[in-house]
């Protein structure tokens, strides 16, 4: 039994050489035919390659797929701040729309306001605000034309769309304007189409209320407001708003000027009314009396 487990113990030795010898000798074979340098062992090696070195792209697979995911990844990240560079772009654009806009209507006013300076002959006179009284209880603004630019007390003061105030005070080359929604301020006015008189008076709001109206029952939402010319303080047939109701029903008036942009006002020049004295001066008189010299004239020849 001993004998034979030698002998299986050294069989086994002298394959294991045998095998190392053979493996040690293919190797070498293989390192010397990779170094050859020659092209149909160039060729034979590829070969060689193509058919025995095992395919390891299902190994690389889900590297690949983490690769592509990475960069899916920060693909959408350069989107998303892309996105939000192009949103705060469109931000700024319509900031600057809103500007131009803005810009557009205070040329479009200062166009219709022109006659800024001050030959006599002119209608109206415009000037830019100053100041305003910043108060709840009064409602005044500073303009800067005076007396010196021809201003007087009492002209009326419009924005271009319909009357604001009107002068109740004047400086040198300043002029202060009462507006329509001081509770001092009471201008007579007319209701168009129906024609009734009343008198709108200021309680500090946006919307003024309609006092002593006449003719109620036919006066209703959405109808014009002018000034009637009725005491002299303006000007008949400026534009004032339109008539609204409260909730109570309380007749007011939606003013057609815009209070809270003014940046600009037109002052209105109101001429002297020449007032007929004598009833020779009238023209008619003054017609007969010619005809009656010219008819002498022709019976004396």
Known sequence: MARNNNGDVSSTGRFRFVAATLL???????????????????????VVIEKFVPNFNFLLAPF??????????????????????LNQEIQQLKYWKEQAIQWEAKYAKLLD???????????????????????????????????EDGVRVGWAATDGLGVVGRITGVGRSTALVMLLTDTASKVAIRVQPSGARAVI???????????????????????????SGDGKVFPKGLLIGRVVEDSMGRKR?????NYSKLAFLRVMRMNEIEHVNESEALVGDEIVDTNVSTNQGIANE
Do not use: H
């Not at 306001?113 to 830019?128: A, C, M, R």
């Open 64 to 85: 690949t797929m983490l690769q592509n995911i990475a960069l899916d990844f920060r693909s959408y990240s350069n989107i998303l701040e892309l996105n939000r560079e």
């Open 24 to 46: 040690f000798i293919f190797c070498m074979l293989i390192f010397l035919f990779w170094r050859l340098d020659n092209v149909r062992v160039e060729a034979v090696r590829l």
């Open 253 to 257: 008036v939606n003013l057609s000027a």
């Open 113 to 147: 306001l022109n006659n800024v300076k001050l030959d006599p002959k002119l209608l109206f006179i415009s000037g830019v605000i100053l100041a305003d009284s910043g108060s709840g209880f009064r409602q005044n603004v500073l303009i800067n034309i005076g007396s």
């Open 201 to 227: 008076q200021g309680d500090n709001t946006k919307f003024p209320v309609l006092e002593l109206l006449e003719k109620s029952k036919n006066v209703s939402a959405g109808d014009r407001v002018v000034t």
